[in-house]
């Protein structure tokens, strides 16, 4: 089982380029999440998608867009990238809400 | 509301034990999780306790739990410098059909030779 990936690891992007980040988990979990990680703020909630077809906000998702294509796959879309987008992007997984989450490795965005 | 509070840097030397703290807002809770993030690393499950128990421990982890106080605490005896990462407390909250899980900011223990 690789768990959850995420693709790409790395990415540096102009001021209002866009870009989506990938997600698969092959768990079997029902919902997934996206976070952002920025020094002293912790993790904040992006985007999540409580089962397969269903997608909500969660505290910061201004200037983002996401896609659940199917059980395995969450991508995160950012449609004009900002400066204040730059940070570390978490997917997670889980078999049901309020259960343990499984995180991928990351993708570091940086916004020139 | 829902809140959970770290203490944001702990500093230890290699070989003596490690606290790290939390309070969680939710006495309803079902399960409060600690996960492990490594630098430039993804978090990772460390442990985990059911509200209904006081305290779990697993080799050199000590989970405690005090509901009345709404207190949960890791401990990490004989604390090694690969020890070194950022430790998230997050607690399994739920209103009605709503479940989520509500995050600390993060510990970050510095293990010191």
């Known amino acids: 089982n690789a768990g959850v990936t995420q693709t790409p690891k790395f990415q540096v992007l102009k001021t209002g380029q866009s870009m989506t980040l990938q997600c698969a988990q092959d768990?079997?979990?029902?919902?997934m999440y996206w976070y952002r990680q920025d020094p002293g703020m912790g993790l904040r909630l992006i985007y999540y998608s409580a089962s397969e077809g269903t997608t909500d906000k969660g505290e910061v998702p201004n200037g983002y867009n996401v896609s659940r294509l199917n059980k395995r796959e969450f991508s995160l879309r950012l449609e004009s990238a900002a400066p204040s987008q730059t940070s570390v992007y978490f997917c997670a997984s889980t078999i049901g809400q309020g259960a343990e989450q499984y995180f991928g490795p990351g993708t570091r965005l940086t916004v020139t | 509301g829902e809140d959970v509070e770290q203490s944001l840097f702990l500093s230890v030397r290699e070989g003596d034990s490690s606290v790290i703290n939390c309070t969680y807002t939710?006495?309803?809770?079902?399960?409060l999780y600690w996960y492990k993030q490594e630098p430039g690393a993804g978090l990772q499950l460390l442990t985990y306790?059911?509200?209904n128990m006081d305290m779990k421990q697993d080799q050199r982890l000590t989970v405690l739990l005090n509901k009345k106080d709404k207190h949960l605490s890791l401990r990490i005896a004989d604390t090694q410098t690969g020890d070194s990462a950022i430790y998230f407390c997050a607690e399994s909250w739920s209103a009605g059909n709503n479940r989520k899980l509500i995050w600390g900011l993060g510990t970050s223990l510095a293990v010191n030779p």
């Open positions: 939710d006495s309803s809770s079902t399960y």
């Open positions: 768990m079997n979990h029902n919902s």
């Open positions: 306790i059911f509200s």
